[in-house]
């Protein structure tokens, strides 16, 4: 009823642009809203609502299956709908018959390439707060700055990689149930399997960032994994952080 009553004390748009999930009920809302004021909704689907209520109450739940046949229902109502992987594409043209556009995610201009003496600024501070960035090895000069990836050199300032640097896998997440990082833990695990079959792979240190209610639940099975070649640590990195690292 709020929602109902901010979209109808507003002036009508062309359009209204409702991201999916959250759609129950935002989708009938708006779709009606459209009926009455001439405007055309576009969906852009993220997921499906329902199968994230299934994971809680399970796929049977009446609940659930109450909210597949809404979300199936009211999106086909819609004039428009976007998602941004061809296999969301698909599975909603072949088990909804809903036409989706692919528009993949388009990083913003502050996303772009790391100047190296600013990486090494960035491993020094994050080393400071987590192991995996600092030196595996203490550099000749005790003057010289050094990093897990980086050094500075103490006379001239100049920042160099170093030959023997692990390499870094960035992830973030938003730690929550819908997001299954065991996948990305068997990957790992398949990953200091091969080293130890003698393929010439790096060290690995890899970083997950992100807040959820998740996070100490796989922070544990992290810890129980006891990896000799890859290092995991997972930060939380504050609004600028997050751009210069990836």
Not at 43 to 69: E, F, Q, R, T
Not at 99 to 106: E, H, P, S
Not at 216 to 232: A, G
Request: charged share 20%.
């Amino acid at each position: 009823m709020y929602l109902l009553w901010k979209l109808m004390w507003r002036e009508p748009g062309a359009y209204i642009f409702l991201q999916n999930p959250p759609g129950l009920p935002s989708i009938a809302v708006c779709w009606f809203v459209g009926c009455l004021c001439g405007s055309k909704l576009v969906i852009d689907w993220h997921n499906y609502g329902y199968s994230i209520m299934g994971l809680v109450h399970g796929p049977k739940h009446p609940l659930v299956l109450l909210a597949k046949w809404y979300e199936r229902f009211f999106g086909r109502l819609s004039h428009l709908n976007l998602c941004v992987t061809n296999a969301m594409r698909e599975d909603l043209a072949e088990n909804w018959h809903i036409r989706a556009v692919t528009v993949y995610d388009k990083p913003a201009s502050f996303f772009k390439e790391t100047p190296l003496d600013l990486q090494h600024r960035l491993f020094m501070k994050l080393g400071s707060m987590h192991s995996p960035f600092r030196a595996r090895s203490e550099p000749k000069d005790p003057a010289t700055e050094r990093s897990a990836f980086t050094e500075r050199d103490a006379g001239s300032g100049l920042v160099t990689r170093l030959p023997e640097r692990p390499a870094l896998l960035v992830s973030s997440t938003s730690w929550t149930e819908d997001e299954d990082f065991s996948i990305l833990l068997a990957a790992l695990e398949k990953f200091e399997q091969l080293t130890f079959d003698g393929h010439n792979l790096p060290s690995l240190v890899c970083v997950i960032t992100g807040k959820g209610p998740l996070r100490e639940y796989y922070n544990r099975l992290i810890h129980q994994k006891h990896f000799q070649h890859i290092q995991v640590c997972t930060p939380w990195l504050e609004g600028r952080g997050l751009p210069p690292l990836l």
